[in-house]
């Protein structure tokens, strides 16, 4: 029996098989150079290119989560979603749409100014205290990523007696302060590259299937990420064969929702690990 689901603006979703979230960066200075987009054009064709490969979430982001990445004020994160925001609105107005942000003002601004459906909060609610409350009153399903600091100072953070067993702990606690809160739909993303090393990355991948413990959908994001590229001595240019090994071993430990840059590689190894699992 399915017992994940999310109310998607009124209409209860279920989460019976994995689908595709395709990332659309409206910044600068994204990691992986191809995932910027800035132009009204180049917007509105990659927005074309997630949909008509199968991405069934649009995640855009205005603030990028890199460690080195450019602080940006609350001003200027709107402004960028908002050119994104509009076209969707105006020409695909029943696209999912997600938006990527840890401040609680962007949040109800996406939400009730251009009617996003979820927020994708990479801080777990560290970086704005008011962040639950917000999601609460808009009634909309949250992305609840693990991370510790800030993007700048995570990577300074990565040490831990027990990887799994702390993240545990750290989720359930957290998904219990959002009930309290009111919050009914959270999505729980282990956060692939954010406060961990290398070799805690692949821990955390080979331990994937011990989060479904919490009974909530699943987000992996590790679409051309430093796990791979750093490992594999390349570049996030070069990564697109790593990320689709990784986003099929994580389709076979449990993951319902894969973040990515590549939508339709991404895609085929949904069909392919669902054609594999379902074989007689």
Do not use: C, W
Request: charged letters at 25%; a negative charge; proline letters at 4%.
């Amino acid at each position: 029996m399915n017992y994940k689901s999310l109310n998607i603006k009124g209409v209860i979703t279920p989460i019976d098989k994995p689908v595709i979230m395709g990332i659309l960066n409206v910044t600068p200075d994204s990691f992986f150079s191809g995932s910027r987009k800035e132009t009204e054009k180049e917007i509105e064709e990659r927005i074309q290119t997630i949909l008509s490969e199968g991405g069934a979430i649009i995640d855009i982001g205005g603030y990028s989560s890199r460690p080195d990445a450019l602080l940006v004020d609350e001003e200027e994160e709107m402004r960028r979603l908002s050119v994104a925001l509009t076209i969707l609105n105006r020409h695909y107005p029943d696209a999912i749409i997600s938006v990527d942000t840890f401040r609680s003002g962007i949040a109800r601004r996406s939400v009730e100014e251009y009617g996003v459906s979820i927020i994708n909060d990479i801080s777990g609610g560290q970086l704005d205290e008011n962040m639950f409350d917000i999601i609460a009153q808009l009634q909309v399903p949250y992305v609840l990523m693990h991370m510790r600091g800030t993007p700048q100072t995570m990577q300074q953070q990565t040490k831990y007696d027990d990887l799994i067993g702390e993240m545990l702990i750290y989720f359930a606690e957290k998904v219990r302060q959002l009930h309290l809160a009111g919050v009914n739909d959270v999505i729980l993303d282990p956060g692939f590259g954010f406060s961990k090393t290398l070799d805690q990355n692949y821990r955390l991948m080979h331990h994937l299937n011990d989060f479904s413990l919490l009974e909530l959908p699943l987000l992996v994001g590790i679409s051309r990420k430093s796990m791979i590229y750093k490992f594999l001595e390349t570049t996030p240019e070069e990564s697109l064969n790593g990320t689709t090994v990784l986003n099929t071993i994580a389709l076979m430990n449990g993951a319902d929702i894969l973040r990515v840059h590549d939508v339709r590689a991404a895609h085929e190894a949904v069909r392919l690990v669902s054609k594999y699992t379902n074989a007689l």
